[in-house]
């Protein structure tokens, strides 16, 4: 990724249908979003190394990353769901879940054009 990664805490839908919701694209607002990956972020309380478990196309990765620069929280566990949207994507963008003082936060991460 060539830009730098923006955040946005509106978390945007629109009925669906059901007692479900369709997720809209916090850039262009489109809903045919399609997750691709998912990626754990394992810490203990303020440790330096996080695991970082990835799964995606199939695949699963698992890797010990010191401080966890991508980890949507700092300080412990973490959670990001990367989709692509057919509305405006070429970068994806990333749905994420962070645990912070007893609070749960969710936001999106993606690269802003």
């Not at 629109?14 to 007692?19: I, N």
């Not at 045919?32 to 394992?42: A, E, K, Q, R």
């Not at 401080?67 to 994507?89: K, Q, T, V, W, Y």
Request: net charge negative; glycine share 12%; with cysteine.
């Amino acid at each position: 990724m060539t830009n730098a990664w923006a955040q946005s805490d509106e978390i945007k839908t629109r009925p669906y249908g059901r007692g479900t919701a369709d997720l809209l694209c916090p850039r262009c607002g489109s809903a045919n979003l399609h997750h691709t990956g998912v990626t754990v972020y394992d810490r203990g309380e303020d440790r330096a190394t996080v695991v970082e478990t990835t799964v995606s196309g199939g695949k699963i990765k698992v890797d010990p990353v010191a401080h966890g620069a991508m980890n949507p929280s700092g300080r412990r566990d973490g959670l990001a769901i990367r989709f692509d949207c057919e509305g405006c994507g070429e970068e994806p963008i990333e749905l994420t879940i962070a645990q912070h003082k007893g609070s749960t936060e969710i936001g999106w991460r993606y690269v802003d054009f």
